[in-house]
């Protein structure tokens, strides 16, 4: 399966996902592009180092016409499944149903704990600080038009220290459960192992 994965910073999942790749873990699918919505991301220096053609494409370049060309450059690319991988672009309803069940996005939480508008990056780590809980996590799921709302593919949880500071519990959760969760989840997706009914998924 052609996957493209969009990113917006640093691209420490693209990471993972290249690595899982070049490891055995995905085998069902093929990395084709790389996109990111900011010029000069490190993620596409990653895409570069890796070889995968790898492309910006901004607001500031292409104004509100952003996404179509972001779309036209996936369907030359005959993509099949997008990833969302620290993308922080809203994405179009549009967009959203082109790919309905084929685009997965990566959520530093347990969702549904600390998702939704504003719940990006560091602030969703800093409320899981500011409400006292134990144990927050990553979750994989299905992109749909309610934000961080899509079917759940994977969690995992991570268990918070009280020395914790959002940078620090960023780190582990990046670390124990996001690098970890999106290559298992895109094998999955890719091998044709999710089936949906409703929004919950079973997974063969
Ligand atoms: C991180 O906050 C991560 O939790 C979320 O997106 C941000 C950047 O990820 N998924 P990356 O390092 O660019 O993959």
Same mark, same amino acid.
Request: glycine letters at 10%; hydrophobic letters at 40%; charged letters at 20%.
């Given at each position: 399966?052609?996957?493209?994965?969009?990113?917006?910073?640093?691209?420490?999942?693209?990471?993972?996902?290249?690595?899982?790749?070049?490891?055995?873990?995905?085998?069902?699918?093929?990395?084709?592009?790389?996109?990111?919505?900011?010029?000069?991301?490190?993620?596409?220096?990653?895409?570069?180092?890796?070889?995968?053609?790898?492309?910006?494409?901004?607001?500031?370049?292409?104004?509100?016409?952003?996404?179509?060309?972001?779309?036209?450059?996936?369907?030359?690319?005959?993509?099949?499944?997008?990833?969302?991988?620290?993308?922080?672009?809203?994405?179009?309803? /549009?967009?959203?149903?082109?790919?309905?069940? *084929?685009? &997965?996005?990566?959520?530093? %939480?347990?969702?549904? +704990?600390?998702? @939704?508008?504003?719940?990006?990056?560091?602030?969703?780590?800093?409320?899981?600080?500011?409400?006292?809980?134990?144990?927050?996590?990553?979750?994989?799921?299905?992109?749909?038009?309610?934000?961080?709302?899509?079917?759940?593919?994977?969690?995992?949880?991570?268990?918070?220290?009280?020395?914790?500071?959002?940078?620090?519990?960023?780190?582990?959760?990046?670390? /124990?459960?996001?690098?970890?969760?999106?290559? *298992?989840? &895109?094998?999955?997706?890719? %091998?044709?192992?999710? +089936?949906?009914? @409703?929004?919950?998924?079973?997974?063969?």
């Amino acid at each position: 399966m052609k996957v493209a994965v969009l990113v917006s910073g640093g691209g420490t999942n693209l990471g993972a996902i290249i690595k899982a790749a070049h490891s055995g873990i995905i085998k069902s699918a093929e990395i084709v592009c790389v996109v990111s919505n900011r010029e000069g991301a490190y993620a596409l220096t990653r895409a570069e180092n890796a070889g995968i053609p790898h492309r910006a494409i901004t607001k500031k370049e292409y104004g509100d016409n952003f996404e179509a060309e972001i779309i036209s450059y996936l369907d030359s690319m005959g993509v099949e499944l997008v990833v969302l991988a620290g993308y922080t672009a809203i994405i179009s309803p /549009e967009f959203i149903k082109k790919y309905e069940n *084929r685009m &997965i996005n990566i959520h530093p %939480s347990l969702i549904p +704990s600390f998702c @939704g508008k504003g719940f990006y990056g560091l602030h969703v780590h800093e409320a899981a600080l500011k409400y006292g809980v134990k144990v927050t996590g990553a979750t994989v799921h299905f992109v749909s038009e309610v934000v961080d709302g899509g079917a759940i593919i994977l969690q995992k949880a991570v268990e918070i220290q009280p020395s914790d500071t959002p940078e620090t519990l960023q780190r582990r959760v990046m670390e /124990e459960a996001e690098w970890e969760l999106l290559p *298992r989840a &895109i094998e999955l997706v890719a %091998s044709g192992r999710v +089936s949906l009914s @409703g929004r919950k998924t079973q997974i063969r």
